[in-house]
Structures are given as C-alpha cells and as structure tokens.
T-cell receptor
Framework: QQQVKQSPQSLIVQKGGISIINCAYE??????FPWYQQFPGKGPALLIA?????SEKKEGRFTISFNKSAKQFSLHIMDSQPGDSATYFC??????????FGGGTRVLVKP | KAGVTQTPRYLIKTRGQQVTLSCSPI?????VSWYQQTPGQGLQFLFE???????NKGNFPGRFSGRQFSNSRSEMNVSTLELGDSALYLC????????????FGPGTRLLVL
C-alpha cells in the first residue's frame, strides 16, 4: 500500500523557472513531512521539513505548502538552477523514526 | 563533525550467499535506521535501532536482520541472497528515536548475481 503518492515522476524546467512537486498522503497519523534531495551516487539529504500545524514554510528558494484537510503537500523550487537537477523525495513520519517515502521526482533544470 | 559512514560502498555477491553491511552514525547519534532503495520499489524502511534495541521494523522477510552495538554503530545482515535484493542500502542516523531529522549516509550498493 503506497501511503505517500508523489507526482510528477519527472519534470524539466528552464533555468530561473519554478519547479513544483506534489505529494498526497493517506495516514492521518503522519505528523512530520520532510523533503529530501538526492544526487546520483549519494544518499538523500534533508532539504526542508514541515509539521501539519503550519501551512507554509520557506527556506531560501525552497518552499513547502501544506494542506492538512486535503492531505496534500508540495515543494516549490523558485529560480531553479542547473545545480538543482536531482531527484526529490517527499516523505512522511508518524511516531518513531520510520520514514515513508514518495516515489521520487527527477528534476532537470535546463540552462 | 563527520557524517554517516557506510562500508563497504560496493559489493557483489551471488545468490544464496549472505552479506553484512556496516553503518557508523554521526557522533552522538544513537538512532540508526536502514532503508532499501530500488528503481521499482523506491525507498523502503527496513528497521530502526536505538540503544541496541530494534524499535521499528518494516515489511521485509526475516532474511533481513540487524543489530546495534553499544557505540551506536549498526550492522545489517541479509541471508540467502536473492536477485531481488540488489539495491542501494541506506543508513540514516538521528539523535534519538523521536528526533525528527535523519541524516543519510552514501549507501552501500549491493549487486546479487
């Protein structure tokens, strides 16, 4: 059972554009929603995270929007740069340290 | 502060063999979680150890096991390897079993022939 659904699977954006990745979850016990960035040959690195009592969180060019009633959250990458080309994973966590990941989105930023 | 380290980085085994992977968490971190990453199934949680005790377990067969030592270093073992066990095995550490931020290592790439 896929508890976190992520879309799109891939996207191409021009340099300076906005990348938007969406995730939806089912388990209402989830209370922590991180986004990870992964480059080839590397482990995932935490980008930004949010809790359900906050509707939006911004860190630099990265913004999470959270809609608790719809059980959806999204990552916006503003002013996308070629160095942002990577695979992005949303995740969700309930009690304990078990992260449930979305399927990933491969982002390619064209110069 | 050094990050999470995993050894070995690459491994080739044959079906039926067993393998042991090692993970050293960030200094001071006491929780270690293991994940399997494959193109087909994505990132899946294997198990978590905290203070040498397994705190949580994912939906993997009993061939997958782990342990944690008193210095928080962790090992995972896969017995009777199958072709489908070929994957990137990632270790993540956090301060405690409830501290939210998990830091991932570079992973061990296992190829089963």
């Amino acid at each position: 059972q896929q508890q976190v659904k992520q879309s799109p699977q891939s996207l191409i954006v021009q340099k300076g554009g906005i990348s938007i990745i969406n995730c939806a979850y089912e388990n209402t016990a989830f209370d922590y929603f991180p986004w990870y960035q992964q480059f080839p040959g590397k482990g995932p690195a935490l980008l930004i995270a949010i809790r359900p009592d906050v509707s939006e969180k911004k860190e630099g060019r990265f913004t999470i929007s959270f809609n608790k009633s719809a059980k959806q959250f999204s990552l916006h990458i503003m002013d996308s740069q070629p160095g942002d080309s990577a695979t992005y994973f949303c995740a969700a966590k309930a009690a304990g340290n078990k992260l449930t990941f979305g399927g990933g989105t491969r982002v390619l930023v064209k110069p | 502060k050094a990050g999470v380290t995993q050894t070995p980085r690459y491994l080739i085994k044959t079906r039926g063999q067993q393998v042991t992977l090692s993970c050293s968490p960030i200094s001071g971190h006491r929780s270690v979680s293991w994940y399997q990453q494959t193109p087909g199934q994505g990132l899946q949680f294997l198990f978590e150890y905290f203070s040498e005790t397994q705190r949580n377990k994912g939906n993997f067969p009993g061939r997958f096991s782990g342990r944690q030592f008193s210095n928080s270093r962790s090992e995972m073992n896969v017995s009777t390897l199958e072709l489908g066990d070929s994957a990137l095995y990632l270790c993540a550490s956090s301060l405690t079993s409830t501290q939210e931020t998990q830091y991932f290592g570079p992973g061990t790439r296992l190829l089963v022939l």
